[in-house]
């Protein structure tokens, strides 16, 4: 079969050429001339076709980059985190300021909240988010200090030494409660008037990498653990729901097998040899992920009857799959309570 015009090279031309024995219209010079012609078309657009097969749309990143530039906010709020914690307070700079500014909204006007019962208090880890806020206010003190120190007589706008003197004595009891850096803090208190010159600067820059290490570092653990409060609170609740004495009859369709068996699962915060390996809730949807010697079984369940009946499907590794129905037959044990759960096998 002969290839498409199009789809010849001009290594197979010459081929075809050097193939001729015998006299052929070829030795006609009209034909040779559009046979050059013909080759000349194709050298010439083919490059051009690959090329343009191969260029493609720039790709657009698949995850977005939800975090916020920290160092930015640090400088843009200069003034008051330089004043703190005599002149201002942490947490009110964080609700009306530093939250919204770093996306943590929801997180800000929780902490603000006013009215809230005990119960809806410890239900929100309120007492956990207020801590996170206060740390990630004063890590961002600590990384502008750090900032400052850095431009130290580098422009007539940075701050005078004196002025950083002071403002490092000012802060240095706060930024030093349960961290490590009051020999840093020291350093640069000392280094900061002292006469510039190469081995000050060099124990300057010693002292400013300490103090921006544990900021940054304290920065980023608050703000993610902020960031992911409301998920946290929603798989509260959802362990709240779940904890309790189950009774479950499982349908294995694999060998047809029945099987009732009891599941305790403990409250918040408590965890057994007996637990899920891992457990994720939300509204009304269930995860279960057992790892056992036997191999790992997943079970996908819905609550229903007002929250007193689970049913759902399981799959595992040994090739079993089916269903589950359970039914609460106890409400959550207490801290006290002894109650212990039965090894979860696969059916």
Known sequence: MTAPADSLRLSDVVTLLLAQKEPSPMTNPRVCLRLIACCLTILLTAPIAVRAEEVSP???????????????????????????????????????????????????????????????TQELLISDLTRAANELVRGLA????????QDLGASAAAESPEALQKRIDAQTAWLSDGTTLTPALGRLQTLAAAAPTEETASLLGGAVAQIEAWAIDTVHREWFRMYNWKDQVRQQRGLVRLCGTWQWSIHNHQNH???????????????????????????????????????????????????????????????????????????????????????????
């Not at 003034?79 to 700079?93: F, I």
């Not at 990384?143 to 120190?149: E, F, N, P, T, V």
């Not at 009857?305 to 409400?331: C, D, H, M, P, Y």
């Open 58 to 120: 720039s790709a657009q990143p698949a995850l977005a980059n939800r975090l916020p530039a920290f160092q930015d906010v640090a400088r843009a709020n200069a003034a008051q985190l330089s004043t703190l914690p005599a002149q201002g307070d942490a947490l009110s700079l964080f609700k009306t300021v530093i939250g919204p500014q770093l996306g943590l909204h929801d997180a800000a006007m929780t902490v603000g909240a006013k009215g809230l019962t005990p119960a809806m």
């Open 142 to 149: 600590a990384w502008q200090l750090a900032q400052a120190a």
């Open 257 to 347: 097998r029945e099987e009732k068996t009891a599941v305790i699962f403990a409250p918040p915060g408590s965890a057994s040899a007996t637990s899920p390996a891992e457990i994720i809730v939300l509204g009304d949807s269930v995860y279960l992920r057992w790892e056992t010697r036997a191999g790992v079984q997943e079970d996908s369940l819905l609550f229903s009857g007002e929250g007193q009946r689970l049913e759902g499907t399981f799959v595992n590794t040994a090739g079993g799959w089916g269903s589950i129905t359970g039914k609460r037959t106890a409400s959550c044990f207490n801290d006290g309570g002894k109650a212990t759960s039965p090894r979860r096998q696969h059916h």
